[in-house]
C-alpha cells in the first residue's frame, strides 16, 4: 500500500507517494525531477545515488522513503544551486571522463568540506564512491584546493 511522505528537499517542502519500502532515489528520479542523483550498483556499494540526510551523506538507493518523513534531503541539485566551490574547482582541475560518479562525490565532499573536514578525513570517506574512470587523482586534487 502506498504512503505519503512530506520531507525537505534542498530548502523546500515536498511530498511523494509510494511503497514505504520503495528507495528515495527513484522518487528523486521518477516523482521529483531531480535527476543528478544516479542509479549505480543499486545495492548501497558505489555511492553514485549519494545525498544528504539532515547533512549526513548517505546513499539513497538503499534508503527507504519510510524513513525520511520530515527530514532534510540534499542532493547534488542543491549543492549547484548554492553554487559551491567544489563544484567549479571540479571543473577546473577537469575531475572526470564519464562523470557518472560525480554527482555522488560533490554531494558527499562538498558536504564534508562544510562540515570543515580536512582532506585526508574527506579522501578516506571516499572510500565509499566508486570511479570507474580512475579520475579519483583529479578529484582529491580539487577537494584539496578547497578543503585547504
Ligand atoms: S547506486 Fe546506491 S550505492 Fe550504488
Ligand atoms: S568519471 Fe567516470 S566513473 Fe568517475
Request: hydrophobic share 40%.
Amino acid at each position: 500500500m502506498n504512503e505519503a511522505v512530506v520531507f525537505t528537499l534542498n530548502g523546500k517542502e515536498v511530498r511523494i507517494e509510494g511503497p514505504p519500502a520503495m528507495p528515495l532515489l527513484f522518487a528523486l528520479r521518477g516523482q521529483l525531477d531531480h535527476k543528478g542523483t544516479r542509479l549505480g550498483c543499486g545495492e548501497g556499494h558505489c555511492g553514485a545515488c549519494t545525498v544528504t540526510l539532515d547533512g549526513v551523506p548517505v546513499t539513497s538507493c538503499d534508503l527507504p522513503i519510510s524513513a525520511i518523513a520530515g527530514k532534510n534531503v540534499g542532493t547534488v541539485e542543491g549543492v549547484l544551486a548554492a553554487d559551491h566551490p567544489l563544484a567549479a574547482a571540479l571543473i577546473r582541475h577537469q575531475a572526470g571522463q564519464c562523470g557518472y560518479c560525480l554527482p555522488g562525490i560533490l554531494t558527499r565532499a562538498a558536504a564534508l568540506i562544510d562540515q570543515g573536514q580536512c582532506a585526508e578525513d574527506i579522501r578516506n570517506a571516499l572510500d565509499a564512491n566508486l570511479c570507474r574512470c580512475g579520475a579519483h587523482g583529479r578529484i582529491m586534487a580539487a577537494i584539496q584546493e578547497v578543503a585547504s
